[in-house]
T-cell receptor, first 114, second 113 residues
Framework: DQQVKQNSPSLSVQEGRISILNCDYTNSMFDYFLWYKKYPAEGPTFLIS?????DKNEDGRFTVFLNKSAKHLSLHIVPSQPGDSAVYFC?????????????FGKGTKLSVIP | NAGVMQNPRHLVRRRGQEARLRCSPM?????VYWYRQLPEEGLKFMVYLQKENIIDESGMPKERFSAEFPKEGPSILRIQQVVRGDSAAYFC???????????FGSGTQLSVL
């Protein structure tokens, strides 16, 4: 039972354009959401996060939007750069569960074409 | 400040052997997670440990897998009698307290022949 879903396994975007990565979740108890970026043969690195009390968080070229009623979040990267090419994982946490574990989606491979 | 250190980076074992994966968390971090990533899959939670305690092992297979985080030294994920299905990337992550993000190591790629 996949509680965090990233339905697009891959995405190709032209350099300079906007990249939009989507994520859906089913567990209404999730209250904290994160995006991680992963290069081959490396561990995931934290990118940006958002609490369920907000609907938007921005950090430089990266913005995460949260739509709680739709149980949907998205990551916008603008402008996209070739160095952004990586696998992006959406993750969610139920802070009340006690173990603070993150539930990850399967990832979306972003390719930014120069 | 060194990040989360995992070793070995690559581990090859034959079926039936034991695999030991090590993780040293970031300095000052006393919480450690282990995650497993199978090919074409996301990261799956395995176990959450604090120093000398297993807090949540709900993601661990019931047999052959064990984890520890002793008072001194790294956290160890141990897989006994490995099978081909254990081949995966195993990631360790650490954090200092509940409100902080996880920092991941580079992972150990386990290959079972």
């Amino acid at each position: 039972d996949q509680q965090v879903k990233q339905n697009s396994p891959s995405l190709s975007v032209q350099e300079g354009r906007i990249s939009i990565l989507n994520c859906d979740y089913t567990n209404s108890m999730f209250d904290y959401f994160l995006w991680y970026k992963k290069y081959p043969a490396e561990g995931p690195t934290f990118l940006i996060s958002i609490s369920s009390i907000k609907d938007k968080n921005e950090d430089g070229r990266f913005t995460v939007f949260l739509n709680k009623s739709a149980k949907h979040l998205s990551l916008h990267i603008v402008p996209s750069q070739p160095g952004d090419s990586a696998v992006y994982f959406c993750a969610a946490r139920n802070s009340g569960a006690g173990s603070y574990q993150l539930t990850f989606g399967k990832g979306t491979k972003l390719s930014v074409i120069p | 400040n060194a990040g989360v250190m995992q070793n070995p980076r690559h581990l090859v074992r034959r079926r039936g052997q034991e695999a030991r994966l090590r993780c040293s968390p970031m300095k000052g971090h006393s919480h450690v997670y282990w995650y497993r990533q199978l090919p074409e899959e996301g990261l799956k939670f395995m176990v959450y440990l604090q120093k000398e305690n297993i807090i949540d092992e709900s993601g661990m297979p019931k047999e052959r897998f064990s984890a520890e985080f002793p008072k001194e030294g790294p956290s160890i994920l141990r897989i006994q009698q490995v099978v081909r299905g254990d081949s995966a990337a195993y990631f360790c992550a650490s954090f200092r307290d509940a409100n902080e993000k996880l920092f991941f190591g580079s992972g150990t790629q386990l290959s079972v022949l």
